[in-house]
């Protein structure tokens, strides 16, 4: 009986894990296989992830709940049976029109609510992940409906950033005003993000090694803030935010790039951690945040950037590194290469991953005829996953390692994946805007 008939809806971090032979990260990723009954094992040593009883409980899914952007049902309804898998832009639009009308239909409400009291406030970093994914749509489509959602927020908020979140994470929906605004170029829309980078661009540096934390120390912030200091420099033409973003991007990478696997570890603490099979942890969602990030950092990037060809050859390892792991179904699981611990896929960082391979083609930076079929895959792979109202589950939950969900989870950061995903995968097969 596989680990996910088992435990169902609990999700285990993946911190109950044990250690292989030393080294054994380096052998070559195993294949995605079937899980099977574990037996008992003795207690981890100090370089696994440690055990999370409130994961083992819940996996965090209550809170995200709470704070309204995803949802957990015990009977999420059938599945989708109204899509096709078919490559061509008409499928493709149909299910990125379901998927993205479901969750305006679940939180268009939220985008614009700021309740701290009861923690909800539409320009946290899950949000501005779904507002990346809703201006692609929007962009590749044709459809100014999702911008025009997205424009409708802004004005809200008064295009100003969260003030319940800082770093990195306050930066993911600056990327969304700063698109706004080089479509509007209307002051007000650049202003208030304009005024925070340069604050931080005023004040003293973390440097490698020091006895802080380095500005982007964690994986995921390689998807919230450098795309939007890209989009920073796009729009005001100074590359003073190239600067920083390159010699802050090198920082990360020092620390966080395995040249041996060619995939990040999510933070410096899980360096020498390892799965239950002796495989260095390497979270999906972690990968994919990265590959999203690159992909969209390049797309603003000057093309005489001196640190270019750094995030385009990074590009192409991960994309290789991935796509010789990927799942019989096209998808990726939680748990990277430990996909009999982790028995189902997860579906916002193969999004992720998917969108920055399907960019990478598109860009002409990887091969069309070696990663089209990885493309394929993936996309009928999560298809499987979209229920008949349009939600999209297998989604993780929100946390810093790979874990166990339900089916029906969706969260509204995985959606974006999937929208941008889309978005790529349109362009890859010729889609054109529609006329609105």
């Known amino acids: 009986m596989s680990v996910r008939s088992k435990l169902g809806v609990l999700a285990i971090a993946a911190g109950v894990s044990i250690t292989g032979q030393p080294g054994a990260w380096a052998q070559p990723p195993v294949p995605p296989t079937a899980a099977s009954p574990q037996t008992p094992q003795p207690a981890p040593p100090q370089n696994?992830?440690?055990p999370n009883a409130a994961s083992r409980q819940n996996g965090g899914s209550n809170g995200d709940t709470n704070r309204r952007f995803g949802s957990v049902p015990d009977d999420p309804g059938p599945l989708a049976k109204d899509l096709s898998p078919k490559l061509k832009p008409k499928p493709i639009a149909a299910a990125m029109h379901k998927v993205a009308d479901w969750q305006l239909a679940q939180s268009q409400e939220y985008f614009a609510?700021?309740?701290r009291t009861r923690q909800l406030d539409g320009r946290i970093w899950t949000w501005g992940a779904l507002y990346s994914g809703l201006m692609a749509a929007s962009e590749s489509l044709g459809d100014p409906k999702y911008a025009n959602v997205m424009r409708?927020?802004?004005k809200t908020y008064k295009w100003e950033l969260s003030t319940t979140e800082s770093g990195a994470n306050q930066h993911s929906l600056a990327q969304t005003y700063l698109e706004l605004y080089l479509m509007d170029k209307k002051p007000?829309?650049?202003a208030p993000t304009q005024a925070i980078f340069d604050g931080i661009l005023a004040r003293p540096r973390v440097e490698l090694g020091a006895n802080r934390?380095?500005?982007?120390?964690w994986c995921d912030a390689l998807f919230m803030a450098p795309p939007a200091w890209a989009r920073l420099y796009a729009a005001t033409g100074d590359k003073k935010y190239i600067v920083y973003l390159d010699e802050e991007w090198a920082k990360t990478s020092k620390q966080l790039y395995d040249t041996q696997a060619h995939l990040?570890?999510?933070?410096?603490?899980?360096?020498t951690k390892t799965e239950k099979n002796g495989q260095k942890i390497f979270w999906s969602r972690g990968e994919g945040w990265v590959m999203a990030g690159l992909a969209r950092t390049l797309q603003y990037l000057p093309k005489d950037d001196l640190a270019r060809t750094m995030y385009e050859t990074q590009l192409k390892e991960m994309a290789a590194a991935v796509a010789k792991i990927q799942g019989p179904d096209g998808l990726w699981h939680s748990g990277m290469l430990d996909p009999a611990d982790y028995d189902q896929p997860e579906i916002s960082g193969s999004a992720l991953m998917t969108f920055g391979i399907a960019w990478g083609i598109n860009n002409g930076l990887l091969d069309r005829k070696v990663y089209t079929p990885v493309v394929t895959k993936a996309w009928a792979g999560m298809l499987q996953h979209i229920y008949a109202d349009g939600r999209l589950g297998d989604i993780q939950q929100t946390g810093s390692a790979p874990a166990l969900f339900k089916p029906s989870s969706s969260f509204n950061?995985?959606?974006?994946g999937f929208l941008l995903a889309g978005s790529e995968i349109y362009k890859l097969e010729g889609g054109k805007p529609a006329k609105h």
């Open 213 to 217: 934390r380095i500005e982007w120390w």
């Open 113 to 115: 609510v700021f309740d």
């Open 188 to 190: 007000e829309e650049l």
């Open 264 to 271: 990040y570890a999510r933070d410096a603490s899980f360096i």
């Open 413 to 416: 950061y995985g959606v974006g």
């Open 48 to 50: 696994t992830a440690p």
């Open 152 to 154: 409708d927020m802004g």
